[in-house]
C-alpha cells in the first residue's frame, strides 16, 4: 500500500510526540510535501552534507534525523554555505526531512536508552522525569464483549505501569440509554428506554496514542456510538525523561568497563575526569550533551556518568565528586538510536502494509573528528 509522508508523520508523532521537546527545540517535518508519496525511507543522525548526499543516492524521499537543520530564525538562505548548500540538495533530491530531538531523548526507547542498551545495562529508568501527559481512558462495554475489547487495548506504551504492560482495571453495572428515530441500536428499539449490562473498563495511555487507541477501539465495539470518557492525569509519564540510569549485575571491575565501552560504541577517544571507581554497579548514561545531568547522575549515587561531551569547566566543577565523568564524543553517544528507530519504522511499515523501504545511515567509529 502506498504510503504518504503525512501518514507516517502522523504515526512517529505518536511514538515521538512533539511536546516531549524542550521548548527551544525545533522538531517535525522541516522540509517537504505532507502530501508527497514515499517508497524509500531513510534514517539518519543529522542532514549532514555525507548524510543527504547518502540519501539522495539511494533514491530517498523521506529523511528521519535527530538533529534540526533549522534551530533558529533564518532570514536568508545561501547556497554558497550552511544550511542553505545541505537545503538545495534536498530541494533536489525532492525530499522530506524530519526531525525528532529532545522528543527522541525523552523517549522510552530513545537515545539514552539505545546507548544504555549498547552498553549492557539492566534496569532502565530516566534520570530526569519530567513529562506528564497521561490520560484515563474509560470506555462502557455490553457484557460478553469484554475480551475484545481488551485484545484491541493490546498496543506498545498502552497500560503501562511500571514493569506491568496491558494494565486495565474493570467494573461491572448497568448503562441505561433511549435509542432515537433513526438509530441503529446494538440492543433495545428506538423511543424505548434500555437497560444492559455494561463492564466500566479503564486504562492509561499517553495522550499522543489516545486518538489511535480510541479508532481500534471503535473498530472492535459492537455499539453504533461507544462511550468513553478520556481525562488528564497527573501521573508521571513512564520511561520518559532524559538520561538513563542504570545496573551492572554483578559489578564489573573499571579496566573491563572501559574496554567494553571503547569496543560497544567505537568510541575512537574517551576522556575522563573525577573519581575512579574500582567496582561499577550504578551507570548513569545520555547521548549527546549530557553536563546538565552530572547533579541528577550524583543524586541516582551513579559511579560513572557516560555522555558524548561535557567541557572544560563541569570537568572542573564536579573533579571532587564521586563521579567518574566519561566522554565518549558526541556522535558515538547517539548513533546507536539509528537502527532502533529504522526497526520500529519497518516493523510499523509491515504491520500496516505500507510500501516502503526503510535504510539506516549509521558510520563506523566517529566521521565528524579526526584524531592525531
Known amino acids: 500500500m502506498a504510503v504518504t509522508v503525512r501518514e507516517i508523520i502522523h504515526w512517529l508523532d505518536s511514538y515521538y510526540p512533539p511536546h516531549w521537546a524542550e521548548d527551544w527545540d525545533q522538531v517535525g517535518l522541516q522540509l517537504g510535501d505532507p502530501g508527497q508519496s514515499v517508497r524509500r525511507l531513510g534514517v539518519a543522525l543529522e542532514a549532514s552534507p555525507r548524510a543527504v548526499q547518502w540519501a539522495v543516492e539511494q533514491s530517498i524521499q523521506l529523511l528521519l534525523c535527530h538533529h534540526p537543520v533549522f534551530f533558529q530564525p533564518i532570514s536568508r538562505l545561501r547556497y554558497d554555505r550552511e544550511p542553505g548548500r545541505t537545503v538545495r540538495e534536498l530541494i533536489r533530491g525532492d525530499m522530506a526531512l524530519w526531525v525528532a530531538h529532545t522528543n527522541l531523548d525523552a523517549a522510552p526507547e530513545g537515545v539514552s536508552t539505545a546507548l544504555a542498551r549498547r552498553l549492557g545495562l539492566t534496569r532502565l529508568q530516566p534520570l530526569e522525569e519530567k513529562i506528564r501527559d497521561l490520560c484515563k481512558l474509560v470506555v462502557f462495554v455490553p457484557a460478553g464483549y469484554e475480551e475484545r475489547l481488551q485484545e484491541a487495548l493490546k498496543l506498545p506504551g498502552i497500560g503501562e505501569i511500571g514493569a506491568y504492560r496491558y494494565c486495565t482495571f474493570s467494573t461491572r453495572g448497568e448503562g441505561r440509554f433511549t435509542p432515537e428515530t433513526g438509530a441503529r441500536p446494538f440492543q433495545g428499539s428506538a423511543g424505548?428506554?434500555?437497560r444492559a449490562a455494561e463492564t466500566r473498563l479503564e486504562v492509561q495511555v499517553s495522550q499522543a496514542r489516545a486518538e489511535e487507541l480510541l479508532q481500534r477501539l471503535r473498530f472492535a465495539h459492537p455499539y453504533e456510538e461507544m462511550a468513553y470518557d478520556?481525562?488528564?492525569?497527573?501521573?508521571?509519564?513512564?520511561?520518559?525523561?532524559?538520561?538513563?540510569?542504570?545496573m551492572y549485575d554483578p559489578p564489573r571491575s573499571w579496566e573491563?568497563?572501559?574496554q567494553f565501552l571503547r569496543e560497544a560504541t567505537e568510541a575512537p577517544v574517551i576522556q575522563v575526569s573525577g573519581k575512579i571507581p574500582e567496582r561499577i554497579e550504578r551507570v548513569a548514561v545520555c547521548g549527546g550533551s549530557g553536563r546538565s545531568l552530572i547533579p541528577a547522575a550524583l543524586s541516582a549515587r551513579a559511579q560513572v556518568f557516560v555522555t558524548g561531551e561535557i567541557g572544560y569547566h563541569p570537568s572542573v566543577e564536579y573533579s571532587g565528586a564521586d563521579l567518574a565523568l566519561v566522554s565518549i564524543g558526541h556522535y558515538v553517544s547517539e548513533k546507536w538510536i539509528l537502527p532502533v528507530l529504522g526497526q520500529q519504522v519497518a516493523e510499523t511499515a509491515a504491520a500496516r502494509g505500507w510500501d516502503v523501504e526503510v535504510l539506516v545511515h549509521l558510520e563506523q567509529g566517529d566521521p565528524t573528528c579526526r584524531y592525531f
Open 192 to 194: 424505548q428506554e434500555t
Open 230 to 246: 478520556l481525562y488528564p492525569l497527573q501521573n508521571r509519564s513512564p520511561g520518559v525523561g532524559i538520561g538513563r540510569l542504570g
Open 256 to 258: 573491563h568497563f572501559i
